[in-house]
């Protein structure tokens, strides 16, 4: 399990890396979207006491995969207002800018897997919807509250000098 989550991570972090041309931008992403995978662990085992090997397989690779995207959409909003309006002004543009966006994909997410959930009679399949939709809730959550903090808290790093606005 410690091995495909490394190399989950590692593989991830590469892409995101690559096409940002940053470290720090990957890491504040893929440190989000991980730490909702493992809050869906802790509910799963708070809850239910298990948590199926298949189920987590599934939903890291699905979380890693699709709520990932929500991160990178913000951050491409953020560096690019970062262009023209201070951090304040830039991490409110770039709320406004993917908003709507995430809460529809991010609601698709949440709502279908956890309506399987509840309907399924299997509990296997059960138990892997029902995972992944207190995950995608919980990426979702993190996205839209942490992930704005901490680009701007971190904006030095993760703006270039030259592309920052300045007054």
């Known amino acids: 399990m410690r091995l495909v989550t490394i190399l989950t991570v590692l593989a991830i972090f ?6 940002f041309r940053s470290v720090i931008v990957p890491l504040i992403l893929v440190m989000t979207v991980m730490t909702a995978v493992y809050v869906n662990v802790i ?8 948590m199926l090997y298949l189920a987590y397989l599934i939903v890291q690779s699905i979380l890693m995969g699709a709520t990932i995207d929500y991160g990178i959409l913000y951050a491409n ?20 800018g993917f908003i709507r966006t995430i809460m529809t994909s991010g609601l698709i997410m949440v709502v279908a897997p956890g309506a399987m959930a509840l309907l399924v009679d299997d509990v296997a399949i059960s138990a892997i919807v029902g995972s992944l939709s207190i995950g995608a809730m919980v ?17 030095s790093l993760v703006v270039r000098k030259k592309d920052r606005f300045k007054k």
Do not use: H
């Open 14 to 19: 590469l892409i995101v890396a690559v096409s």
């Open 139 to 155: 990426s979702v959550v993190l996205i839209l509250l942490v992930v704005p903090a901490v680009l701007g808290a971190f904006d």
């Open 43 to 50: 509910f799963s085992g708070i809850f239910s006491g298990t």
């Open 77 to 96: 909003y953020y560096k690019e207002y970062r262009k023209t309006m201070d951090i304040n002004d830039a991490i409110t543009a770039a709320y406004r």
